[in-house]
């Protein structure tokens, strides 16, 4: 391989996950030099494609990211590209290459050696990815370059869209609609694990009750409820996910003390990328929708394994 390229990053993916690889191209274009289709149309214009693209995944780019989801490496394009990073890797092995997982649960390319580690991007979110996507360049012996005036006013130009976008969504009927489709997907997917868990001997039970969904182990209990004020607005709309140490009282519900709480969460639904929603938590974390209802349910367990180990003599 040569020790000079073109191009510290070049990035290959589906056209459904375009949106999300120029959010993690923008976070590291200000400081590397990056190879995104979208964005070099007008310089490939007249190529041979096919050539222009093994070109770059072979020898010009330092390392080469991947959004793998399954059909990936099955279109025309990712096709080609497909061939050019495995053979590339036949000669230099894989280390130039990163994976990062469109889906939950995280799923790999049948060929790809066990020992590389993909980069789930529903536990590590956009800005974890562009995290480690500038360690994978630095490790590589990537130096970084001053981003030309131009690239920085395009990067400031899809900020302030996002922006508007997102005060769009957060003020119309179409988020209310959204946030609500995504609490009934939540509810929806936490019930089939509910049934999953009981299939492997696992008590898990999940119940509606009045506005409230619970999830309930042989000791800690997880209540949801989707709170929101406006037909048409998101202010002040909350998803609550409360832990407690059995059965806190609810309507229908009847106990003798109120149950302590183990941990309190509220997430709001927002617009966090062009075409992309999510759950976001007071850190400012983002859970996708497919991904919420794994992180609640594996974060219902961790709990009472912890309090089935209090109670140990």
Not at 29 to 39: E, I
Not at 152 to 179: I, P, Y
């Amino acid at each position: 391989m040569t020790s000079e390229f073109l191009y510290d990053i070049a990035f290959s993916f589906l056209a459904a996950d375009e949106s999300v690889a120029t959010e993690i191209n923008d976070l590291l274009q200000g400081r590397y030099k990056t190879f995104l289709y979208s964005q070099r149309q007008k310089e490939l214009a007249g190529t041979d494609g096919e050539l222009t693209f093994s070109a770059v995944l072979l020898t010009q780019a330092r390392i080469v990211a991947v959004l793998y989801r399954p059909g990936w490496g099955e279109t025309p394009w990712t096709r080609i590209e497909e061939t050019a990073i495995r053979n590339r890797a036949h000669e230099h092995g894989y280390d130039f290459s990163t994976f990062i997982a469109m889906t939950e649960p995280v799923q790999a390319p049948p060929w790809l050696p066990k020992t590389r580690i993909l980069l789930g991007l529903n536990r590590f979110g956009v800005a974890g990815a562009g995290a480690a996507l500038d360690a994978r360049i630095q490790a590589q012996g990537g130096q970084g370059a001053d981003e030309g005036v131009r690239e920085r006013a395009e990067r400031l130009k899809r900020s302030q869209q996002l922006a508007a976008n997102r005060d769009h969504f957060h003020r119309s009927e179409e988020g209310v609609r959204a946030a609500r489709a995504a609490h009934a997907r939540l509810v929806e997917d936490l019930k089939k694990q509910a049934t999953e868990l009981q299939s492997l001997g696992i008590k898990f039970q999940a119940r509606d009750i009045s506005d409230y969904t619970t999830f309930a182990g042989s000791i800690v209990v997880l209540v949801i409820r989707f709170e929101y004020h406006y037909g048409n607005s998101l202010d002040n709309a909350k998803l609550h996910a409360d832990f407690f140490k059995g059965f806190p009282r609810l309507p229908g519900i009847m106990t003798f003390e109120d149950a302590p709480v183990i941990e309190r969460n509220k997430f709001t639904f927002e617009l966090v990328g062009p075409d992309r929603a999510a759950w976001v938590d007071r850190d400012k974390r983002e859970y996708s929708i497919g991904a919420m209802a794994n992180f609640l349910a594996k974060r219902l367990m961790d709990h009472e394994e912890r309090q089935r180990e209090k109670q140990r003599p």
